[in-house]
């Protein structure tokens, strides 16, 4: 490969046309020995004919274990073409694992959804499992070592840790034990055997140490349980019996370990016609996916909120009588007691130990243990050494005490930015990564990391239980496992992770066929965490008084989260992520500063304007983003941009703002000089015709629901019509959505993107309006800016059985079949836009340039099942008719009824998707459209859409004032 920094396109030609010939040897090692010949017109025909041949011998060979791909001339057993192959393993982020089953054709990987056995996933994925299909794909992927940002040799990396074991895992005359010096960093280790092999070091190298530490890590839950029991454990909750749940600044429904099942359970109980409904509060200073799904939300600035859990605290655990505080305070704290032992209160992780220790002190005092909560034994791995901080690693390291250190994925240049100062001090820094990233372009060595779905391994998820990770495919760019990297730092022979990961679980599955079944299933059965008998440690638990509440701050207060999708940035080089649209902002392509309605009112900013943001000697530049419902005086940053690093997608894209975690001083705010910055965003794009969120997203109380339960059908006009087309074919697809139970974390979208081949468009093509995605998630608000009500609603083709689109069409392009799809014949399409300006629904879109061509990723990642469309061809939502099609062949050979699941159907964490048969009585959509919460969008239009929603109701605290 070229050395970084190396130019692209006709630059690079350039610049090589200008290099000598000892110049090129240097730079590409493996042209040393051609160039060193003199080559005639004969010598240059020859070696052109063997290159050729070779590409030839290449595309036959049969599979080698040292070859990334096995070759289809021969095709593996148990692969027929155009049957689909799943295999079971795990996407594992900050060390929990998530049940996932991929989809192979032909053996290659291009699918992903949730893995119904996996605790933690129960069938559900999110956003950034569903684009694991990219980063296993991504060209930007490191194929080689590095040295000093140079390509070297795996024998030179060999030498290089021999050189390090020689120099520091002996012990010295002076008594200084074997391995001191040695510092290993990881990320959280849940891994069962990761962990086995950490203690083999370490215990092999009684001097060398274990560094844990994430960027968005979750330290001050873990500090905040062991406070609050004596020890570290962890808490599960059980939403599906909770009648009250608190949520303080929460994560739950979005990105705690275990958000999956826990929203599955929560939407469980969120539609009055199904089942009785629980109540949801929400306190939080910015808008999040818990927060618009709460019957309640009270906006609170971070001085507000501590007051709130400060008084919270005073009622439920001294029994205070309510006094003081906002309004709400006492109706729900009297709500909370009344559902003494079905009441939850959970907060996030940006809150200090002290309070996560307050708030499971609570929820003792509420008598949720055993019923709506319990305390289990902690899914990460418990070494002999509790592994230390990040922190500490580098005082060390500033002070010389650090002669080798040894980066296990993990990226703390980027994130930590004093790190590489630091870092400077260590004589021999190896990075195992899976690109070049910041630290591993600054750390001497930079090994390949194997993907995920590379190679063996095992981790836990938030429960502790284990799932078996198994390669999908040999390595595409090859690349070491950390598994290896510990070996190579112990010198012994690199052994195979899976016999690594089979020693670790013998003992528990003994017999072949019990490993298969594992393997099979993706799931160990019965290593789920203990439950822990250990009492609350009253003594630990400190109730803050009313004196100390702070109060509020003159200065504005900066608030860091991770991106919803990019995460810490690591998803920063897929175009996928970085093209969804945040669910609350919609803005895409870009990390502008959150700020609340009255600052743009005091400052007269517009969205886009530019801002110089700084605090102390930071000083950023950045448009600004004007967020609803946020708290005053409160302005958010994501994190995971502005990363150079990243690859070709993710480089320079955004702003770097995690230089202000460290900063200090008061946080400043100017108006720039230069012209607002173009954001791009897709609130408005493709809006349907002029209405409310009343009439499109229906919504209502559970008060009113009780009175009538057909209240939101009332109104709609369009019902009766003297021209009715009956389904005449065995089968007429239909789609239900429950509003009730999205949460608007776009997996959906992200599925249907994948499933379909939908192409990325760019920013650029965002700012005019071009983006590509099937199927949107608009968010709609009703009330003030300061404190909106917020609903989302999928929005996808309607397949309306009186389509306007199919009318207007010249071609005959759109059209109806027999089972109600509203279908496209692509090969007919001449790009008129007539249907899409005739759809009332505005979810048609227009392919304005070929915009698959362009696209990071290899043909081999599509789905064969889907046709690529061209430039000047209109598309839309087919309600999968790839999966209809092989749903039918399969009715057709074993005489089973059609059943078909969406890829948004099936991605969806909430199963707010229901699709089927509309005929059939006994099928779940069925019953969803016979619910009195069931209307179709817009039906005014006369288009009778197949596609029907469930009104959202909200069952608020008569107590309290709407």
């Given amino acids: 490969m070229p050395p970084l920094g190396w130019p692209s396109g006709r630059g690079a030609v350039r610049r090589l046309a200008g290099l000598s010939d000892s110049e090129l040897a240097r730079h590409f090692p493996q042209l040393e020995t051609a160039l060193s010949h003199t080559l005639d017109r004969r010598r240059t025909l020859r070696l052109l004919a063997l290159a050729l041949a070779s590409g030839g011998v290449a595309g036959c060979d049969p599979g080698t274990p040292d070859r990334g791909f096995v070759s289809a001339v021969k095709a593996a057993e148990g692969v027929v073409p155009g049957v689909p192959n799943i295999y079971a393993t795990a996407h594992v982020r900050d060390g929990y694992a998530e049940g996932i089953l991929v989809t192979h054709q032909m053996g290659r990987p291009i699918k992903i959804e949730g893995n119904p056995a996996h605790p933690a996933s129960l069938g559900g994925t999110d956003a950034m499992a569903q684009a694991l299909i990219h980063d296993f794909y991504d060209p930007d992927r490191a194929g080689g070592p590095l040295h000093q940002g140079m390509p070297t040799s795996w024998q030179d990396v060999a030498g290089a840790m021999g050189r390090m074991r020689s120099a520091i895992m002996t012990g010295q005359p002076d008594g200084t034990r074997s391995g001191t010096g040695l510092r290993i960093l990881t990320g959280t280790v849940t891994s069962p055997t990761l962990g086995r092999v950490m203690d083999q070091l370490l215990a092999a190298a009684p001097g060398a140490r274990w560094h844990q530490w994430d960027a968005i890590g979750r330290e001050s839950v873990r500090q905040g349980l062991a406070l609050a029991y004596g020890q570290p ?285 594992a393997l099979a299933s993706g799931v160990v059965t019965q290593t789920a965490s203990r439950r822990v008998g250990a009492a609350l440690q009253h003594g630990a638990v400190r109730v803050a008084s009313p004196a100390s509440y702070p109060r509020k701050s003159a200065q504005p207060v900066l608030l860091l989260r991770p991106d919803p999708y990019l ?230 083709c309607m397949h309306c059985e009186q389509a306007p689109c199919e009318t207007v069409c010249p071609v005959g392009a759109t059209t109806h079949d027999s089972e109600g799809l509203n279908v496209m014949v692509y090969n007919r399409c001449i790009g008129t836009k007539f249907c899409s300006n005739n759809c009332p629904y505005k979810v048609r879109r227009f392919n304005y340039f070929a915009f698959a061509q362009y696209e990071s990723r290899p043909a081999i990642s599509r789905n064969p099942d889907v046709s690529v469309r061209t430039r000047g061809v209109m598309e839309k939502c087919t309600f999968c008719v790839q999966r209809i099609a092989q749903a039918r062949i399969v009715s057709d050979r074993d005489g089973v009824p059609e059943r078909v699941v969406t890829a948004c159907q099936a991605a969806c964490p909430t199963q707010a998707m229901s699709f089927g048969d509309i005929n059939d009585p006994m099928a779940e959509v069925t019953h969803r459209k016979a619910s009195p919460l069931s209307y179709g969008a817009l039906p005014e239009q006369g288009t009778r859409p197949r596609v029907t929603y469930e009104g959202r109701i909200r069952n608020r605290n008569p107590d309290i004032g709407s």
């Avoid at 962890?234 to 009250?244: E, F, G, P, T, Y």
């Avoid at 008061?666 to 607002?676: C, D, K, Q, V, Y």
Wanted: some cysteine.
């Fill in 567 to 796: 995460w810490d940035g690591r998803g920063a080089n897929n175009p996928w992520l970085q093209e969804l649209p945040r669910p609350l902002s919609k803005v895409v392509w870009d990390n502008p500063l959150l700020i609340p309605p009255d600052l743009a009112r005091d400052m007269k900013l517009r969205n886009g304007d530019v801002v110089i943001l700084s605090q102390g000697e930071i000083r950023r530049r950045l448009p600004v983003w004007i967020q609803p419902g946020q708290a005053m005086g409160c302005v958010v940053g994501f994190l995971g941009w502005g990363r150079s690093h990243a690859g070709e997608t993710g480089n320079h894209v955004g702003t770097d703002l995690y230089p202000f975690r460290d900063a200090s001083g008061p946080l400043r705010i100017e108006a720039g000089e230069n012209p607002a910055s173009p954001v791009a965003c897709t609130e408005h794009h493709a809006t349907m015709i002029d209405a409310g969120p009343s009439d499109i997203a229906r919504h209502g109380t559970l008060e009113q629901f009780r009175d009538n339960p057909a209240f939101l059908k009332e109104g709609g006009a369009g019902e009766e019509t003297l021209y009715r087309r009956p389904p005449d074919a065995p089968v007429a697809w239909g789609m239900s959505i429950d509003l009730n139970a999205c949460i608007g974390c776009n997996a959906c979208v992200t599925a249907c993107q994948v499933e379909n081949n939908i192409p990325v468009v760019g920013r650029d093509e965002v700012l005019r309006q071009r983006e590509m995605h099937w199927l949107r998630i608009d968010r709609a608000y009703e009330g003030t800016p300061d404190a909106p009500d917020t609903f989302f609603q999928p929005m996808l």
């Fill in 233 to 517: 454990v962890s808490v599960i909750a059980d939403l599906a019996r909770a009648d009250v749940v608190l949520a303080l600044d929460s994560d739950l429904l979005d990105s705690a370990p275990g958000h999956l099942a826990y929203a599955r359970a929560f939407a469980a109980r969120r539609n009055p016609a199904r089942g009785v409904m629980n109540r949801l509060y929400a306190v939080e200073p910015t808008p999040s996916l818990t927060g618009v799904a709460a019957d309640h939300r009270f906006i609170a600035s971070p001085a507000v909120l501590n007051e709130v859990i400060g008084r919270l605290s005073a009622h439920l655990l001294q029994n205070e009588t309510p006094s003081g505080g906002p309004d709400w305070l006492g109706p729900m704290v009297a709500d909370l007691r009344a559902s003494h032992g079905r009441a939850l209160v959970h907060i996030g992780p940006h809150h200090p130990p002290e309070v996560h220790a307050m708030v499971q002190a609570m929820n003792e005092a509420l008598g949720g243990r055993g019923r709506v909560f319990d305390v289990f034994e902690p899914p990460e791995y418990q070494p002999v050494t509790p592994p230390d901080t990040l922190s500490t690693l580098m005082e060390d390291m500033e002070r010389g005490a650090v002669t080798a250190l040894v980066i296990l994925d993990v990226n703390p240049v980027q994130q930590v930015p004093c790190f590489a100062a630091a870092l400077r001090h260590v004589e021999t820094s190896i990075t195992l990564a899976d690109r070049p990233h910041e630290t591993a372009v600054t750390t001497h060595w930079h090994v390949p990391l194997a993907h995920g779905m590379e190679d063996w391994g095992d981790a836990r998820g938030h429960d502790g239980t284990i799932a078996l990770l198994q390669p999908q495919a040999m390595p595409l760019y090859g690349g070491m496992n950390m598994h290896g990297a510990l070996h190579a730092c112990l010198g012994q022979p690199l052994r195979p992770a899976a016999d690594l990961v089979r020693a670790t679980w013998r003992d528990h599955l003994p017999s072949l066929r019990g490993w298969h079944d």
